[in-house]
């Protein structure tokens, strides 16, 4: 079946701006996670979301972060005044089963 | 701050032979272990999961963890040049669904 989708795949915005980041997660998977990869770093969580229950924003770097899952499926990460260090590629998730995730391909975000 | 460490490598093995991948982790209470692997510029994919002291078999791949020692193992047999790749551990941490994640350990499997 189909996976984990997101969009776009590369996005390339000027320091300042506000960018959207899309998440279309696996048919059926209740879980969804936002992480981030930046050159040379781990993954990082970012945010994490459970059906229609409030998700937990503990791993957001600052509040120019924020994501919204509408229906219990799509979910879009919304990046506001963005800095240099924002960039990295922002990785979506989807799951079942705690912990057993399925990443997206990944949004490639460079800040210039 | 909780630690999942890897060895950066790069680890070279000629193929055909077992590559050993390994990853301590500083938070006693863990439960959940997972392995990914990441081919350059892509993303993520899970190969394994391990909950339980001891082995655990898929193919090629043999997942091992002993949770007294805080260490969990990714052996993989007859390696390939397609395995080339970097391996993630990772840790389910007490949130129960957020995933701490190794910086990973890169393979190189020479022909």
């Known amino acids: 079946g189909a996976g984990v989708s997101q969009s776009p795949s590369n996005k390339v915005t000027e320091k300042g701006k506000d960018v959207e980041l899309r998440c279309d997660p696996i048919s059926g998977h209740t879980a969804l996670y936002w992480y981030r990869q930046s050159l040379g770093q781990g993954l990082e969580f970012l945010i994490y979301f459970q059906g229609n229950s409030a998700p937990d924003k503990s791993g957001l770097p600052s509040d120019r972060f924020s994501a919204e899952r509408t229906g219990g499926s799509v979910s879009t990460l919304t990046i506001q005044r963005t800095q240099q260090e924002d960039s990295a590629v922002y990785l979506c998730a989807s799951s079942l089963v705690f912990g057993e995730q399925y990443f997206g391909p990944g949004t490639r975000l460079t800040v210039t | 701050q909780k630690e999942v460490e890897q060895n950066s490598g790069p680890l070279s093995v000629p193929e055909g032979a077992i590559a050993s991948l390994n990853c301590t982790y500083s938070?006693?209470?863990?439960?959940?272990f997972f392995w990914y692997r990441q081919y350059s510029g892509k993303s993520p994919e899970l190969i394994m999961s391990i909950y339980s002291n001891g082995d655990k078999e898929d193919g090629r791949f043999t997942a091992q963890l002993n949770k007294a020692s805080q260490y969990v193992s990714l052996l993989i047999r007859d390696s390939q040049p397609s395995d080339s790749a970097t391996y993630l551990c990772a840790v389910l941490e007490d949130s129960g669904y957020a995933l701490n994640f190794g910086k990973g350990t890169s393979l190189l499997v020479t022909p």
């Open positions: 938070d006693r209470v863990s439960q959940s």
